[in-house]
């Protein structure tokens, strides 16, 4: 009954993300939910929410999304922002614009399960606890995870150290060898001034059991225009119980995409609002 009293804008949009989730390849039970609780009617209204932003707030422009492969693959973008808007966007881009429709599987941090009901929240809008065995089961089931290797390293890092990718972590890379599952990497630019950090507070942060303390200049994220960039697919062959030594050189060669990626997509860019 709301939705009749909501903007034509609004609702059609919010026709369209029930349309493209309907088309995309996950499959629920009976119930309306997928073995990991994914839920399409809660997706739905939350990716509405990040599309309005995506479109009219960020004015996001996506580009190579005619490289995601069918069948499952591991998304790696470099991460940035204080808040995790950075992966509403891309997870916006591969339901709105790719063909077909990609609902993406983030890959949370540990500790986020432990805040009240936001762990059913992240469940139901397709989120896990980022385990190895979540993520391999994902996987084998022909699904998109989205994992974000520098994790709260690059998200809360300051201005001073905007597009500066942080060191990744190695499990992505393991998990792709094991599953033998094609990464695209992926640029994100605009992100990195969303909310301007001048300073990390890792003490107080210890103190209050959080990732990070960041001192921010704006506490709501600048109108900035995000360019989204999807590289073409890598695959690598190996042993995923690889000593690290092996692994990280297979891992430089991601992170070195990706920093070409994002160089690239400075040269381009005219502002950080257009």
Known sequence: ???????????????EIGDRLRRSPIRVN???????????????????????????????????LEHLPKGRMLVIPNHAGQIALDAGMIGVATV??????????????Y???????????????????GTPKNARDILEHGEAVIAFPEGVRGMNKTFAERYQLQEFGYGFMRLALETQTPIVPVAVVGSEEQAISIAN?????????????????NYFPLPVRYHIHFGKPMEFRGNANDEDEVIGK?????????????????????????
């Open 250 to 274: 297979k891992v430089e060669v991601v992170k070195d995409r990706i920093h070409d990626m994002i160089q690239a997509g400075l040269r381009r860019r005219s502002s950080w609002f257009w």
């Open 30 to 64: 009976s119930y309306g939910y997928d073995p990991w609780g994914f839920n399409p009617d809660v997706a739905r209204r939350t990716l509405l929410l990040f599309a309005l932003i995506y479109r009219y707030y960020f004015r996001v422009q996506t580009s190579g």
């Open 201 to 217: 507070v890792k003490p107080l942060a210890d103190l209050l059991g959080m990732p990070a303390f960041p001192v921010l200049l």
């Open 96 to 109: 709105l614009e790719a063909d077909p429709p990609r609902p993406l599987r983030g890959m949370g941090e």
């Open 111 to 129: 500790w986020l399960p432990t805040l009240p009901f936001f762990n059913v929240f992240m469940a139901r809008v397709g989120g896990v606890v």
């Open 1 to 15: 009954m709301l939705e009749s009293f909501s903007p034509s804008l609004i609702r059609e949009l919010n026709h």
